[in-house]
């Protein structure tokens, strides 16, 4: 078999995935199997690959395999065709490999030269592959250190690995791009093994600059945690300093400025001291100097003093000062907080030098006044004047809770203003409510419930002060009762008068209409034709028969106004639409009417007849008052109320002047309306301005319309 030429290659195993520089795998193939393999330069008759070009300008150029002797390629066998095209699609997809790949690749000989470098190194290092291939690569991008010294080869971890055979990982270095930037890199060099012998060395690399620019953030926000973390601890024990009761307020105060230079930047060298007035708390190794920052004590807003840290010594402070932001923040909180305790030190004083006035005017006042435990709702102590009320002595009632003698009907909203009180969302709460008296009646009282507690304290007592009011509500019941019978006598009324209408236009129709009837009749009977040579005379019994007609229509509209039959005939809804459908013949006015829900079967006969006065009467003061040449009316039922809606586009009015008009010039207009919701136990209300027209809104429950 003849003599082949093979050129050394590396081999990327497609199965063999790397998902970082240290899992790059490198297998140094060569293309050995044929009989006998030469290195290019003994070849003869063929030229050598270009090194300097990029590894794809390699295979490129490379000449395809040939035979060395007079034999051509296709007189080969097959075996040695298949291995020889085989070898050619390893080529390829290595080459796609490394072109792919994200991380740097370069390979260099035994003299540290590029043989080959991906695009990815290439455009990290800002070079051209072709700038970097046959090049030394030490000159090129590591011959510096990260300090700026000079890099030794002797001491590059890449030239040792071809040299020692050894595989380097290096996690912190730099590489030098072209135009002399520097970036940090972390590299695998592997060495490349040809037949056991060295050949040169596999260099994987990552750009880890974002890693370390992560790292270096990390690292910052860790120190700013810790500084955080001391000013928490600051804060949080000089809170519990003000918890504790034992230690009076000097040792309190001087516990603050003892506790302040830990938390700072530089605890060394750091100091404070606390001024309230003419005393003053500070730390042993205090003195002032020009590297201070003060925070102002004002307690119920009037100066009381300043808090202040010190550092006794220079530093380099940068931009900032001597102080960060959150240390000042950190001493204003302080600052703030040692107001609170002072203002809550003072409340406390205050309100001992008030007990002792408290309990004077606690046996002496004219109003029931108790101590009670909060949480148990149990009385502590109760005046005189208390037990009285309930008909209790001070003694029984120590043994008893306000829940326990609260009307079960009221403990509910008892209970409810308590919750309130209890978390702060109300200081005080005043209602009206029942106890069990003694004896067993019911006492009405007027109760007021203050706390005992200042703001952050945990609730223990409050103050309850009752004052009787059971005359008042009985007053009050008696009236109710009268207002009830006046309603129902004056729905009395009304029904005897719909009733006298009844009757009245009964008679009118029935009596005097038939009468008036009968007598136009008479005017125009036969007789009139010997009238016929007394035109004069003919001509008075026209214009009586005319008059008499005209006195009949009046009639008729009189007692159908008095009482209109339609409501019985047709039912609410229909004898309204007929009334507004006159209403507008005669008056010249267009009425929208529309209803909604309106079932006769469930309205009584008081309901339909208020109902359709109400409609009568609000058409009848559009035409009177409104100038308005529109009016809407909407008649709908809307569990639990029929709502009954009138409007107008008229001049509209000033609805409380009219009122008071409405009073003093005695109107009935309006009233009367008025007058026929209430007895309804219904609501009515009118919006009108001047100029837009009027709106009457009118709601009336249900249970009383259809009698439950």
Same mark, same amino acid.
């Given at each position: 078999?003849?003599?082949?030429?093979? %050129?050394?290659?590396?081999?990327? *195993?497609?199965?063999?995935?790397?998902?970082?520089?240290?899992?790059?795998?490198?297998?140094?193939?060569?293309?050995?199997?044929?009989?006998?393999? !030469?290195?290019?330069? %003994?070849?003869?008759?063929?030229?050598?690959?270009?090194?300097?070009?990029?590894?794809?300008?390699?295979?490129?150029?490379? &000449?395809?395999?040939?035979?060395?002797?007079?034999?051509?390629?296709?007189?080969?066998?097959?075996?040695?065709?298949?291995?020889?095209?085989?070898?050619?699609?390893?080529?390829?997809?290595?080459?796609?490999?490394?072109?792919?790949?994200?991380?740097?690749?370069?390979?260099?000989? #035994?003299?540290?030269?590029?043989?080959?470098?991906?695009? &990815?190194?290439?455009?990290?290092?800002?070079?051209?592959?072709?700038?970097?291939?046959?090049?030394?690569?030490?000159?090129?991008?590591?011959?510096?250190?990260?300090?700026?010294?000079?890099?030794?080869?002797?001491?590059?971890?890449?030239?040792?690995?071809?040299?020692? @055979?050894?595989?380097?990982?290096?996690?912190?270095?730099?590489?030098?791009?072209?135009?002399?930037?520097?970036?940090?890199?972390?590299?695998?060099?592997?060495?490349?093994?040809?037949?056991?012998?060295?050949?040169?060395?596999?260099?994987?690399?990552?750009?880890?600059?974002?890693?370390?620019?992560?790292?270096?953030?990390? !690292?910052?926000?860790?120190?700013?945690?810790?500084? !955080?973390?001391?000013?928490?601890?600051?804060?949080?024990?000089?809170?519990?300093?003000?918890?504790?009761?034992?230690?009076?307020?000097?040792?309190?105060?001087?516990?603050?400025?003892?506790?302040?230079?830990?938390?700072?930047?530089?605890?060394?060298?750091? *100091?404070?001291?606390?001024?309230?007035?003419?005393?003053?708390?500070?730390?042993?190794?205090?003195?002032?100097?020009?590297?201070?920052?003060? &925070?102002?004590?004002?307690?119920?807003?009037?100066?009381?003093?300043?808090?202040?840290?010190?550092?006794?010594?220079?530093?380099?402070?940068?931009?900032?000062?001597?102080?960060?932001?959150?240390?000042?923040?950190?001493?204003?909180?302080?600052?703030?907080?040692? *107001?609170?305790?002072?203002? !809550?030190?003072?409340?406390?004083?205050?309100?001992?030098?008030?007990?002792? %006035?408290?309990?004077?005017?606690?046996?002496?006042?004219?109003?029931?006044?108790?101590?009670?435990?909060?949480?148990?709702?149990?009385?502590?102590?109760?005046?005189?004047?208390?037990?009285?009320?309930?008909?209790?002595?001070?003694?029984?009632?120590?043994?008893?809770?306000?829940?326990?003698?609260?009307?079960?009907?009221?403990?509910?909203?008892?209970?409810?203003?308590?919750?309130?009180?209890?978390?702060?969302?109300?200081?005080?709460?005043?209602?009206?409510?029942?106890?069990?008296?003694?004896?067993?009646?019911?006492?009405?009282?007027?109760?007021?419930?203050?706390?005992?507690?200042?703001? @952050?304290?945990?609730?223990?007592?409050?103050?309850?002060?009752?004052?009787?009011?059971?005359?008042?509500?009985?007053?009050?019941?008696?009236?109710?009762?009268?207002?009830?019978?006046?309603?129902?006598?004056?729905?009395?009324? #009304?029904?005897?008068?719909?009733?006298?209408?009844?009757?009245?236009?009964?008679?009118?129709?029935?009596?005097?209409?038939?009468?008036?009837?009968?007598? %136009?009749?008479?005017?125009?009977?036969?007789?009139?034709?010997?009238?016929?040579? #007394?035109?004069?005379?003919?001509?008075?019994?026209?214009?009586?028969?005319?008059?008499?007609?005209?006195?009949?229509?009046?009639?008729?509209?009189?007692?159908?106004?008095?009482?209109?039959?339609?409501?019985?005939?047709?039912?609410?809804?229909?004898?309204?639409?007929?009334? *507004?459908?006159?209403?507008?013949?005669?008056?010249?006015?267009?009425?929208?009417?529309?209803?909604?829900?309106?079932?006769?079967?469930?309205?009584?006969?008081?309901?339909?007849?208020?109902?359709?006065?109400?409609?009568?009467?609000?058409?009848?003061?559009?035409?009177?008052?409104? &100038?308005?040449?529109?009016?809407?009316?909407?008649?709908?039922?809307?569990?639990?109320?029929?709502?009954?809606?009138?409007?107008?586009?008229?001049?509209?009015?000033?609805?409380?002047?009219?009122?008071?008009?409405?009073?003093?010039?005695?109107?009935?207009?309006?009233?009367?309306?008025?007058?026929?919701?209430?007895?309804?136990?219904?609501?009515?209300?009118?919006?009108?301005?001047?100029?837009?027209?009027?709106?009457?809104?009118?709601?009336?429950?249900?249970?009383?319309?259809?009698?439950?």
């Amino acid at each position: 078999m003849g003599t082949f030429y093979a %050129k050394p290659f590396i081999h990327f *195993c497609p199965p063999v995935f790397f998902s970082g520089v240290g899992d790059f795998h490198a297998i140094i193939m060569l293309e050995d199997s044929y009989s006998e393999v !030469r290195s290019p330069q %003994k070849r003869p008759g063929v030229e050598s690959a270009d090194k300097s070009a990029p590894l794809s300008d390699n295979y490129q150029k490379q &000449a395809p395999p040939q035979r060395l002797n007079s034999h051509p390629l296709e007189e080969l066998p097959a075996a040695q065709m298949e291995n020889e095209e085989t070898i050619q699609r390893i080529r390829y997809q290595n080459e796609l490999i490394l072109n792919s790949a994200g991380e740097g690749i370069f390979g260099l000989d #035994l003299q540290g030269n590029a043989t080959f470098v991906n695009p &990815a190194a290439a455009k990290m290092l800002g070079y051209k592959v072709e700038e970097l291939v046959g090049k030394g690569s030490h000159g090129l991008i590591h011959h510096t250190k990260m300090d700026g010294s000079p890099y030794p080869e002797a001491e590059c971890p890449i030239y040792a690995t071809f040299r020692k @055979g050894e595989v380097f990982h290096i996690e912190e270095d730099i590489f030098w791009r072209k135009n002399g930037t520097g970036f940090p890199v972390e590299y695998t060099c592997t060495p490349i093994l040809e037949k056991g012998m060295l050949a040169g060395a596999v260099v994987t690399f990552l750009d880890v600059t974002r890693r370390k620019v992560a790292e270096a953030k990390r !690292r910052e926000e860790a120190g700013q945690l810790r500084e !955080r973390v001391k000013e928490l601890n600051c804060l949080f024990s000089i809170s519990e300093l003000f918890r504790k009761s034992g230690p009076v307020q000097a040792e309190i105060f001087q516990g603050i400025v003892d506790r302040i230079p830990p938390a700072w930047l530089y605890p060394e060298i750091a *100091c404070a001291r606390l001024v309230l007035e003419n005393r003053e708390f500070r730390t042993g190794n205090f003195r002032q100097t020009p590297w201070k920052a003060a &925070a102002d004590i004002r307690v119920n807003g009037q100066p009381k003093g300043f808090l202040e840290v010190c550092y006794r010594e220079e530093k380099d402070w940068g931009a900032e000062g001597p102080f960060l932001p959150e240390e000042i923040s950190l001493l204003e909180e302080i600052a703030e907080r040692t *107001c609170r305790f002072i203002e !809550r030190v003072e409340a406390q004083e205050a309100l001992r030098e008030s007990e002792a %006035k408290f309990r004077v005017l606690f046996e002496q006042a004219a109003v029931g006044v108790a101590q009670i435990e909060t949480a148990t709702g149990r009385f502590m102590r109760i005046n005189q004047r208390y037990g009285d009320i309930i008909g209790y002595s001070q003694e029984e009632m120590i043994s008893r809770t306000f829940q326990e003698i609260t009307y079960p009907e009221d403990l509910q909203e008892d209970l409810r203003n308590m919750e309130e009180l209890v978390a702060g969302k109300i200081r005080e709460f005043s209602m009206e409510k029942r106890y069990h008296h003694k004896n067993g009646d019911l006492t009405w009282v007027h109760l007021t419930v203050s706390p005992m507690w200042a703001p @952050g304290e945990l609730p223990d007592y409050h103050i309850a002060v009752v004052q009787d009011i059971t005359k008042r509500k009985r007053a009050e019941e008696a009236r109710k009762q009268i207002e009830e019978r006046v309603r129902i006598l004056s729905q009395q009324l #009304l029904r005897s008068q719909e009733e006298e209408r009844r009757r009245i236009s009964r008679e009118l129709h029935d009596d005097i209409g038939q009468n008036l009837s009968a007598l %136009k009749i008479g005017l125009e009977g036969p007789w009139t034709n010997q009238l016929e040579g #007394l035109p004069e005379v003919r001509q008075k019994f026209k214009e009586c028969s005319q008059i008499l007609q005209e006195t009949i229509q009046g009639v008729r509209d009189m007692a159908h106004n008095l009482r209109p039959s339609s409501i019985d005939q047709l039912g609410l809804v229909k004898a309204a639409q007929q009334y *507004c459908e006159e209403f507008s013949a005669k008056h010249r006015i267009q009425v929208d009417f529309i209803t909604a829900g309106i079932d006769d079967a469930f309205l009584d006969y008081d309901t339909r007849i208020a109902l359709y006065r109400l409609i009568q009467e609000g058409l009848i003061n559009i035409n009177k008052h409104a &100038a308005a040449t529109l009016a809407v009316i909407r008649l709908v039922s809307s569990f639990p109320n029929i709502i009954l809606r009138i409007e107008d586009n008229g001049q509209g009015f000033d609805v409380i002047k009219r009122q008071s008009e409405a009073v003093e010039e005695k109107r009935l207009g309006l009233s009367s309306m008025e007058e026929r919701v209430t007895l309804l136990q219904g609501k009515m209300k009118i919006d009108s301005q001047p100029g837009q027209g009027t709106r009457v809104f009118i709601e009336i429950p249900s249970q009383v319309s259809n009698g439950k």
